[in-house]
């Protein structure tokens, strides 16, 4: 039997050891903190949980792609799904006026039709393209091959302003449609439409929050590796490769410990990857592409508490704005941050009737908190609790503009910066999805699956894309190299009804 590690238990790891797993390899995981799941991972503060990084899915209605996937993960009854509201999935709020996002292609179509009647043709064909881009990302997660459209080519390296501009007349319009963009850190004149278009799409169809907290994805994961044999070990922190003139042979930890490997799975940033690479397998233009490649944007995150019975529970994402255009709130000064934010209501059961807790994202820049990197967690000193505190009122002054008595509402909260995100997950520079992609860059700024090391594979939001769709096409792209990818689509298909 062949042996697999993985380095990382992010959802990328865990999947990639999952399938291998189920088909014959014997695999370890190797993760360095203390608990798996990387931004899967959830927190609980004086009762009130939070979520790090997956906050909640799409397409997981019965039939849909993530259905499919949940069902071939043995996670139906694992993990607790709470659908968002099918009349607003997502609320943008731009010049004080709320736009709604309700599920279904028609549904969306005639409510952006009625904020804007002139456009409707347009929002015809913006959807139009939006189906036939999109298509190709649920293809790839289920038979493992590459898109092959041409048309799909072309919106990967088509700027998602410069698609936009393309359909619409209405400069308001675009600025709405994309409202969304923190789901993907989007900078005008870099992000590709089709990233857009992904999740647009996947959110369209269905979307839904985890009851309880994105955690149980994680923990079904490892319990299912686990009940097949293999095994998921924190507090492993990998700090060699080790390779000889042909392959890499194992890893080393932190500990000494050494695994041995016929195959080894990366399923951490690539920058974290290559340094425990000391081989000529590797070249230095390699190292020199991957480490020039840059970050999506970092996020400072104001986790609140509520008061028992304050706050209704809020079905819908809420992002919010206040320069009354959706783009370009990751370049602010200290006198106009935050321009935009993103506000979501932590889901603890279903048919939640008042919130216990919260999450309010905003962009922020890992130079604004450079001069603590290298600092431990929780010891950073009293100036950065200061520089928190400050920015934490901040948003709670923005919320209460957008949320009349929000902060009457607030019991207690607490923050996270970059370097959070940073020291828990390996990130560089702290960003919420890895790699930025950019049109500019080509296949400069991409990621590959593959590495002139034969034997080891990259896995992760690196890799493909981000998210959970993202991260699962990444892995089954990874996996159909050691798994047959007919055998795999055959299993996938084959598992919505189990």
Not at 87 to 102: E, I, K, S, W
Not at 167 to 176: C, G
Not at 246 to 258: D, I, R, S, Y
Not at 459 to 471: C, F, K
């Amino acid at each position: 039997m062949s042996k697999v590690v993985v380095i990382g238990s992010g959802l990328g790891g865990l999947s990639c050891a999952y399938i291998l797993q189920k088909n014959g390899y014997d695999v370890t995981v190797l993760e360095q903190g203390l608990q798996p799941g990387g931004c899967l991972q959830c927190f609980t503060r004086r009762g009130a949980k939070f979520e790090t990084g997956m906050h909640y899915i799409g397409s997981a209605a019965p039939g849909q792609i993530m259905d499919k996937m949940l069902g071939y993960f043995g996670l139906k009854d694992r993990v607790e799904l709470s659908p968002l509201c099918a009349d607003a999935y997502n609320t943008v709020n731009l010049c004080g006026q709320d736009f709604r996002f309700p599920s279904g292609r028609e549904a969306f179509l005639e409510r952006m039709a009625g904020y804007f009647p002139a456009e409707r043709d347009n929002l015809q064909k913006y959807l139009s393209v939006v189906d036939e881009v999109s298509k190709f990302s649920s293809l790839a997660a289920m038979t493992g091959k590459g898109p092959d459209s041409m048309q799909f080519a072309q919106y990967q390296l088509l700027a998602l302003d410069e698609v936009m501009d393309s359909l619409f007349t209405d400069p308001f319009i675009k600025d709405v449609l994309v409202g969304d963009q923190p789901l993907y850190a989007a900078v005008r004149g870099k992000t590709p439409f089709a990233q857009h278009a992904f999740i647009m799409d996947f959110y369209n169809k269905s979307a839904f929050r985890f009851a309880g907290g994105s955690d149980s994805l994680a923990y079904g994961l490892q319990e299912g590796i686990e009940k097949m044999g293999g095994r998921v070990l924190t507090g492993r922190k990998v700090v060699k490769v080790h390779c000889n003139d042909v392959k890499a042979t194992g890893v080393e930890t932190l500990n000494q410990e050494f695994y041995e490997a016929d195959y080894i799975i990366s399923a951490i940033h690539p920058k974290r990857l290559l340094e425990t690479l000391d081989t000529k397998l590797i070249r230095p233009a390699f190292r020199s592409r991957i480490n020039g490649i840059p970050e999506s944007e970092a996020p400072f995150v104001l986790y609140v508490k509520f008061k028992e019975g304050a706050m209704p529970y809020m079905n819908t994402n809420y992002f919010g704005y206040e320069n009354g255009t959706s783009w370009g709130c990751e370049s602010y000064s200290s006198s106009d941050w935050p321009k935009g934010f993103l506000y979501m209501h932590m889901c603890d059961h279903q048919n939640q009737k008042w919130a216990r807790s919260a999450e309010v994202i905003a962009y922020m820049k890992m130079a604004d908190v450079l001069k603590w990197k290298g600092t431990s967690i929780g010891r950073r000193g009293a100036d950065y609790e200061e520089f928190k505190r400050m920015h934490a009122e901040k948003l709670l002054d923005t919320m209460e503009k957008h949320r009349k008595g929000f902060r009457a509402a607030v019991e207690s909260y607490w923050t996270s910066t970059p370097l959070s995100y940073l020291d828990y997950t390996g990130t560089e520079d702290g960003g919420l999805y890895g790699v930025a992609k950019d049109v500019n860059l080509g296949p400069a700024g991409r990621v590959p699956y593959k590495t002139k090391i034969p034997n080891l594979l990259l896995a992760g939001q690196n890799v493909n894309s981000h998210g959970i769709l993202g991260v699962l096409v990444g892995t089954i792209v990874s996996c159909c190299e050691l798994v047959s990818p007919e055998l795999l689509a055959k299993q996938i298909n084959g598992s919505s009804n189990e």
